[in-house]
């Protein structure tokens, strides 16, 4: 069966850390180390909370504050910081554009509430005809109900879509739902199997 729809993740593929530097100098500042804030970050319960929309990514970041002892004006420099080193892959956001019209593109994204207004900012959120942030659903990746929703919306089903991500566990979960899954391992690689599986150039 063709493939009709094509889903990515956000952070990890699309938005990459490429340098560690910043988010290496925000932990050191505040005597850590670098798997401690990014632990605090991303895999406290705050952050789990925020991912299902139980709290905003205000409230999360709050938290960290709490966690790191920094003073209410650190908030933005610590949100600064720690993502100073990201980078938006703009040859994929090409790319996918390069791809609408053709199929179905999508946005499956464990996010806060922040997220959207990310991609408004950056112009990204057109290059989507549908966007799924787990904060909005209260669904996080892997778990089966996110992919479902993500075919319904498009309207296709689970064998004629692909979803590329970097973590293996999500590929599993798109995979058990009938899904194709590419794992984002090496970008280079990984455009080759996804342009193969979509049959373009």
Do not use: C, Y
């Given at each position: 069966m063709n493939i009709r729809a094509v889903f990515f993740d956000f952070g990890g593929v699309i938005q990459r850390t490429e340098y560690q530097a910043p988010r290496q100098h925000l932990a050191e500042r505040y005597g850590m180390d670098y798997d401690d804030i990014d632990k605090i970050v991303f895999a406290s319960d705050s952050a789990q909370r925020a991912s299902v929309g139980e709290i905003k990514e205000e409230a999360h970041w709050q938290n960290v504050l709490k966690r790191v002892k920094g003073s209410e004006a650190d908030v933005s420099v610590i949100k600064n910081e720690f993502f100073?080193?990201?980078?938006?892959?703009?040859?994929?956001?090409?790319?996918?554009?390069?791809?609408?019209?053709?199929?179905?593109?999508?946005?499956?994204?464990?996010?806060?509430?922040?997220?959207?207004?990310?991609?408004?900012?950056?112009?990204?959120?057109?290059?989507?005809?549908?966007?799924?942030?787990?904060?909005?659903?209260?669904?996080?990746?892997?778990?089966?109900?996110?992919?479902?929703?993500?075919?319904?919306?498009?309207?296709?089903?689970?064998?004629?879509?692909?979803?590329?991500?970097?973590?293996?566990?999500?590929?599993?979960g798109c995979q058990e739902v009938g899904m194709k899954g590419v794992l984002f391992d090496d970008p280079r690689k990984a455009m080759e199997r996804l342009k193969e599986l979509l049959k373009v150039g």
């Open positions: 100073g080193g990201d980078v938006i892959d703009l040859d994929l956001v090409n790319f996918i554009r390069s791809l609408r019209g053709k199929f179905h593109t999508g946005l499956i994204s464990n996010a806060w509430s922040g997220l959207r207004s990310v991609l408004e900012k950056e112009k990204l959120i057109d290059v989507f005809d549908t966007v799924i942030i787990s904060a909005e659903v209260g669904m996080t990746k892997p778990e089966l109900g996110i992919f479902r929703l993500a075919l319904e919306q498009a309207k296709v089903k689970a064998e004629e879509a692909v979803f590329v991500d970097d973590v293996q566990v999500n590929i599993d």
